[in-house]
């Protein structure tokens, strides 16, 4: 795979792939704990790391060898790190990266968990966190201090799809000398490349579009080899492993990554459109709509506007906000009710009482995260089914 710059479909389909001498076409499922050595020597050799191979599937295994290779050779990245989830990723990369004393500077618009996981845990070990805005670049600037590790962001954001100029946040992190982490679980590697703008490390939740059917959890850290070698050896300490099964389900999903997020875009887009046409629909957020705020910079990052729409919808005379959106959802007959992303099936939620309920009101209302808000991940069924399912 290294002598020709192959296309991004070309390594989804082909890379990291490597057949046993059985010549299996389809990449084999090494369902075992642990490895064979010929003799003590060779034991020795492999523990001692003078000799590469597998020794334990905590520390390597060969299906999950071959997912990280492919998804290394997606994002553009020296090395992969494959997670038992998308959290555990994060955690090893701050285990792995930063000690205690050190500080964090975060988008306040991540995921949910990973908000308790920085503010909450993390903080009781010791971590400086500082939560600030994705979209102000200034906020970052004045956040730094002496002891600053890491910057980490996820653009779009979760649910409002806010992009920020990931070129911009990497050269604020690096004159500081510290590192900007990027979670592209919302685009994966087929719509944005973190790396080539400026990022250092990128995070993924397998579980969503990587998978992109959902079955199976899984999570990857990827950077260069030098930063890597701290987080893998946290991982194979601390054992937040990816399984082989896992990993073997990723590959066949990797192999269909650009022509499903393709198609997830190409509805998402049209449903945005016919959203914001929608008498019912107070406002819609989606990368993809020139009514976006940072849809020129989008376009400039993101080959497309990804799979994910949100909107506010008007109550009707008599409703409240939270009624009037429960009531849009309740009537769905086909969309899952749900808050998972990343399916084929389309997703329904509402941001305000699952995903961001744990935060509190005004943070919520900081945050621009309304009681009318819904996000729709839009799957692969045909667009005017979803259309019909929404019942204003
Ligand atoms: C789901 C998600 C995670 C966490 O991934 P898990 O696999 O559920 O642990 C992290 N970041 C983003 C953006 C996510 O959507």
Redo the contacts with the bound molecule.
Sequence with gaps: MDKHQYHPETLSVRAGSEATEFGENSEALFLNSSFRFNNAAQAAARFGGTEPGNIYSRFTNPTVTMFQNKLAALEGAEQCVATS????A?LACVMGLCNAGDHVVASRS??G??VQLFGNILKRWGLEVTFVSLTNPAEWQAALTPKTKLFFV?TPS?PLTEVCDIQVLANIAHQAGAYLVV?N??CTPAIQKPLELGADII?H????YIDGQGRC???AVLGTKALMEPVYGFLRTAGVTMSAFNAWVFLKGLETLHVRMEAHARKALELAVWLEKQPQVARVYYPGLSSHPQHALAMKQQSSGGGIVSFEIKPKAGQTAQEAAWALIDATELISITAN?GDAKSTITHPATTTHSRITAEARAEAGIKDNLVRIAVGLEHVDDLKTDLRF
């Design positions: 989830t998308g959290m555990s994060i991540i995921f968990t990973s996820e979760n979670d679980c919302f995070i939740s397998a579980t969503k959890l899984g999570g992303l």
